[in-house]
């Protein structure tokens, strides 16, 4: 059994950082995918940010060039590095862990970030 804990969420002003951490545990097969997505209420959950096991990244547009993603593979960590937030990046963000080979999905509980201005 596989459980994701992100943490982190909160209210910060516009232009402000934050940053979320999601720790993995359980069973993690070593090739994964690891990523956050967000969602609003009635609106479909997106993707922020992914990244590899290799080390590879992919963002969403609207966060390039403020949002990074990063990793720590021995603690099986993500981290979402925050900055320049907008009003439009308040959302519920969900860590989810993909694994490769058999494309199990496993999402965390979401946590709330607001973003006042």
């Known amino acids: 059994q596989v459980q994701l804990v992100e943490s982190g969420g909160g209210l910060v002003q516009a232009g402000g950082s934050l940053r979320l951490p999601c720790a993995a545990s359980?069973?993690?097969?070593?090739?994964?995918?690891m990523g956050w997505y967000r969602q609003v209420l009635g609106k479909q959950r997106e993707l922020v940010a992914t990244?590899?096991?290799?080390?590879?990244?992919n963002y969403a547009d609207s966060v390039k060039g403020r949002f990074t993603i990063s990793r720590d593979y021995a603690e099986n960590t993500v981290y979402l590095q925050m900055n320049s937030l907008k009003p439009e990046d308040p959302a519920v963000y969900y860590c989810r862990l993909a694994f490769f080979h058999s494309g199990t999905l496993y999402w965390g509980q979401g946590t709330q970030v607001t973003v006042s201005s």
């Open positions: 990244i590899t096991s290799g080390g590879s990244t």
């Open positions: 359980g069973s993690i097969f070593r090739i994964n995918t």
